[in-house]
């Protein structure tokens, strides 16, 4: 390790493993290879589930590091948004932090339009053939001292649009607002993560979401009292918010905020194989439904595609879900869209909800179709019973919902030992730093464990080295004696590998 990094890396020593992706160069994934790849719409239910809805009419909001709205395959998808980071630009479209392609990912996977870009390839080799056939012809009578030929009527070249080509997203009919947060590294704003999270899903609600998405985790349970507002505000204007469990891989065990909030659908991961994923989700009594988390494969900001895995693509498989349970209902309370989720989930693992796959694995279909008796209160829970019994003194406004719940402090369901987590791959691997909350938890993006198979090599070097020169050594970090020093796997000066 160079000397610079060591001497950041003695500030960080006990920074618990958050924000982690293994890169890897693989071959060019190209738009086909990005939509067979997406074996969860059909073991979903979603591509059946098209049949009745697509999200048509339905906001979602995603609160990330910002979407690459250049993407040809979320053409018109992103209809709005904002920086609330202060680093980005103002309608949050600008990728940012450590890990800047994480929004766009999560975007692609949830509202993907697909692309028609073999379509235009095929038009423009097409054209480019018939002009050179043209010029040859002219040549030839020329040479011949015969008047050119009439010119070829034009082949006309399609516009970028939705197409079979690329990602195609859960509710693909369903319009995003891109948040923008910065994370991983310390805001070069200086407006923290504590106060981006709730000020990001106020301006959600405000304008217009119906579903707002949080693929993103903290090592804690807890959160700051300031959320508390934010999350009512939403629970109060009829808003679903999903959020990422998290995942094991990188030393996280049980699920952090906020999806331990009361009210949030928390989404756990499986693999392809329908079991709970060892690397790609963790465990905890807030759980509410599993999704395929891995492997996936979602876009890039530039246009290009990569397999990865997390939690994070978990949650916006089921966000989307809401987004079209939504479009198809459209006077169906948030607490009943989110019972529809969790009561038509196939039963996994113990009998019953358990702390690995909540209610069950996400069937799209059955949630759009099934007959659900209605429920009285949110299956998840209100934060406005939680902060009614837990926020005595504090200065919150917790006056009563229509239909308040319990508190997820309180549970009969018997705790579930997680696996224990893979070592980290000795391999191309680095660990960006994270950014410390005032609360004491560490707030990440929930890719945690995941790979991303990157189509350019030049992707992965300019990671690294913005890697190597973020501006870890302003953190302040508390004491953790014995932790993994994470910068062991970073890259050593000069090396891209």
Do not use: C
């Amino acid at each position: 390790m160079s000397q610079r990094l060591r001497r950041i890396a003695a500030t960080a020593l006990t920074l618990v493993l958050g924000l982690t992706a293994a890169l890897a160069v693989a071959p060019a994934a190209h738009a086909d290879a990005a939509r067979d790849g997406e074996w969860w719409l059909k073991s979903s239910g979603i591509t059946k589930a098209w049949e009745v809805s697509k999200g048509a009419g339905v906001t979602v909001a995603v609160i990330d590091t910002g979407i690459d709205t250049s993407h040809p395959d979320l053409l018109g998808a992103v209809t709005g948004g904002k920086d609330i980071s202060g680093a980005g630009i103002p309608d949050g479209s600008k990728p940012l932090g450590t890990l800047p392609e994480h929004g766009t990912l999560v975007a692609t996977l949830l509202a993907g339009r697909g692309n028609n870009s073999a379509a235009i390839a095929e038009a423009k080799a097409d054209a480019e053939a018939q002009k050179n056939a043209y010029e040859r012809a002219v040549a030839s009578a020329k040479e011949a001292d015969e008047d050119p030929p009439p010119a070829p009527e034009p082949i006309e070249i399609p516009k970028p649009a939705a197409g079979p080509d690329g990602m195609l997203g859960v509710a693909p009919e369903a319009n995003l607002l891109s948040l923008s947060l910065w994370m991983g590294t310390e805001n070069p704003a200086g407006i923290s993560v504590e106060e981006q999270v709730p000020a990001a899903v106020k301006w959600a609600v405000d304008n217009g979401a119906k579903v707002i998405n949080i693929s993103l985790g903290s090592t804690q349970p807890d959160w700051p009292t300031s959320w508390d507002t934010a999350f009512k505000y939403a629970e109060d204007k009829d808003v679903v918010i999903v959020a990422a469990a998290g995942n094991r891989a990188g030393g996280m065990k049980q699920v952090g905020a906020p999806a331990t909030i009361p009210g949030v659908l928390t989404v756990a991961g499986i693999d392809r194989q329908g079991k709970a994923s060892v690397d790609s989700s963790t465990e905890g009594i807030s759980i509410g439904v599993a999704a395929p988390a891995d492997p996936l494969v979602g876009g890039l900001p530039g246009g290009g595609y990569a397999d990865w895995s997390g939690t994070s693509g978990a949650a916006p498989l089921v966000a989307g879900v809401a987004a079209m349970i939504r479009s198809k209902y459209p006077e169906m309370k948030a607490p009943q869209v989110i019972n529809r989720i969790l009561a038509t989930a196939r039963d996994a693992g113990k009998p019953g909800v358990d702390n690995l796959y909540g209610h069950g694995i996400l069937d799209a279909h059955a949630a759009l179709t099934a007959d659900v008796p209605q429920v009285e209160a949110n299956p998840m829970n209100t934060i406005t019973e939680w902060i009614r019994v837990h926020r005595r003194g504090a200065q919150v406004n917790a006056g009563p919902t229509e239909a308040p719940g319990i508190s997820t402090e309180k549970s009969d369901i018997k705790p579930i030992a997680a696996p224990a987590p893979l070592p980290p791959s000795d391999g191309s691997g680095f660990l960006p730093p994270l950014l410390v909350l005032g609360f004491g938890g560490l707030l990440l993006l929930t890719m945690l464990g995941g790979t991303l198979h990157y189509t350019r090599t030049r992707r992965r070097l300019a990671i690294a080295e913005s890697t190597k020169s973020a501006p870890v050594s302003a953190l302040k970090l508390g004491d953790r004696t014995g932790r993994k020093d994470i910068f062991d796997e970073l890259p050593e000066s000069g090396e891209n590998s």
